[in-house]
């Protein structure tokens, strides 16, 4: 079913790197609630919609994708909902959420068209591997951050170097370490053995306390299920919110997918991800189907990429991520007790794996390197990769134009620029 000879794997190896993913993205089934209680989404609630939309999401992508890709609600999207959309422009959650549900449906549409599948096959291959690298180096600073290796600093110096006295960063850094030491030995489950290993120190040097029971039963999902305010996000006020949802999932699904596929090696000749419509399909049912649930945005994750370090290549390595999520459901005290200094390396590791396809630009081509460097330093420093993304696909185009070579621009690259011009245009700064 799953076409593991074809694809080089075999079980065991599929199992591991689902499980690695599983490991690197469960604090997703923590955080998310705890950023939208700001937007006013109760918490429990919110757990548990968070973990359905990853199992339902991550199960087809793997069932119907046979991509090792796994799917949950996105970060960004989930603050700009949180801060932005409640807090600062007043409205109410269920009414963000209908937004989030319309642009969904709009993506299944244009998917079904393969109107979508038209535009990311005219992504220029020097953007399509910067966003691989863009990714590494987002989720590189993640894990420094998470770490806590790396801290803010002054307005002067916005970051910089953690508290080495503290043990939870030196553990950070022995998990850093090991993983790296694991990894030259070729040992492929280096990243669950890290993230393992530093947990049990963790716990027992009382830095972390352990859960104090394994089970429990889920809250009840009634008092967000099918709150969604569809009429209410119709609105000509509420069309920026729209649009702004709809470009950032847009370009951060796609930027995502071709940054996981070209690491994983399952681009074509063409540097293209062959079916690409199953993923992109798989993405906008999940987003939709996150609204009715109760959470915002859904799509794949950019920590896939651990689980296809670790050997992931088929929708095996979904599957089991996905079964992994609704065990959430009911292990959620034992699988949130995994402190960020024990995850954040493995994350700081997998960044400089995705740095490889750098290598495939033409680096003696500025209309090819300028653009490409714009997309990944913008998706880092502004700590968005709908930004970065969108800054790449506008400065593509213009240096093609500065150089005399629009001719080397696709149809579909125009329309991603206009798309991203749109965006910043709209976009409630």
């Not at 090696?265 to 690409?276: C, F, S, T, Y």
């Not at 599957?319 to 960020?340: E, K, R």
Request: no cysteine; aromatic share 12%.
């Amino acid at each position: 079913m799953f076409k593991l000879k074809e694809h080089g794997t075999d079980v065991k190896t599929e199992v591991i790197a689902g499980v690695t993913t599983f490991l690197t993205m469960v604090y997703i089934v923590a955080v998310n609630p705890a950023i939208l209680e700001h937007a006013g989404i109760p918490k429990g609630p919110s757990m548990v919609a968070t973990a359905l939309s990853a199992f339902f999401g991550t199960l087809a992508m793997g069932l119907y994708a046979n991509r090792p890709f796994a799917i949950a609600p996105y970060m960004g999207e989930n603050a700009f909902i949180a801060y932005t959309v409640v807090k600062v422009l007043g409205y109410p959650w269920q009414t963000a959420l209908g937004a989030i549900f319309i642009s969904g449906v709009l993506f299944v549409i244009l998917t079904l068209a393969r109107a979508r599948v038209w535009i990311a096959k005219a992504v220029p291959d020097a953007l399509k591997y910067s966003f691989a690298a863009g990714i590494g180096l987002f989720l590189t600073f993640i894990g420094l951050m998470d770490s806590g290796i790396v801290t803010m600093g002054t307005p002067g110096a916005p970051v910089k170097i953690g508290d080495l006295g503290q043990p939870t960063v030196l553990l950070a850094i022995f998990g850093t370490l090991l993983m790296a030491a694991l990894m030259v030995m070729r040992i492929r489950a280096f990243i669950i053995i890290g993230i393992l290993s530093v947990t049990f120190l963790a716990y027992i040097f009382g830095l972390q306390k352990p859960p104090k029971t394994f089970v429990s039963l889920p809250p009840s999902l009634g008092p967000i299920f099918l709150k969604l305010d569809i009429l209410g996000a119709l609105k000509w006020g509420f069309f920026p919110v729209i649009l702004t949802v709809f470009v950032m999932d847009f370009v951060d699904t796609m930027g995502t997918l071709i940054g996981l596929a070209a690491r994983a090696g399952m681009l074509d000749e063409r540097g293209n991800l062959p079916e690409i419509e199953k993923p992109m399909l798989v993405d906008a049912g999940a987003t939709v189907l996150g609204a009715l649930l109760g959470t915002t945005t859904s799509g794949t994750y950019i920590e896939s990429a651990a689980g296809i370090e670790a050997g992931g290549r088929t929708g095996l390595t979904s599957v089991v991520t996905a079964g992994l999520f609704l065990l959430t459901l009911f292990f959620a005290p034992l699988f949130t007790s995994i402190p960020p200094y024990a995850y954040g390396p493995a994350l700081i590791l997998v960044g400089a794996m995705m740095l490889e396809p750098l290598r495939r630009i033409d680096f003696s081509d500025y209309t090819e390197i300028i653009p490409a460097f714009i997309a990944m330093t913008m998706m880092v420093f502004t700590f968005n990769l709908g930004i970065g993304i969108t800054a790449g696909f506008l400065a593509y185009p213009i240096f093609k134009l500065v150089a005399r070579r629009w001719r080397e621009v696709a149809a579909g690259t125009w329309v991603l620029a206009a798309l991203s011009l749109i965006f910043y245009i709209f976009y409630p700064y």
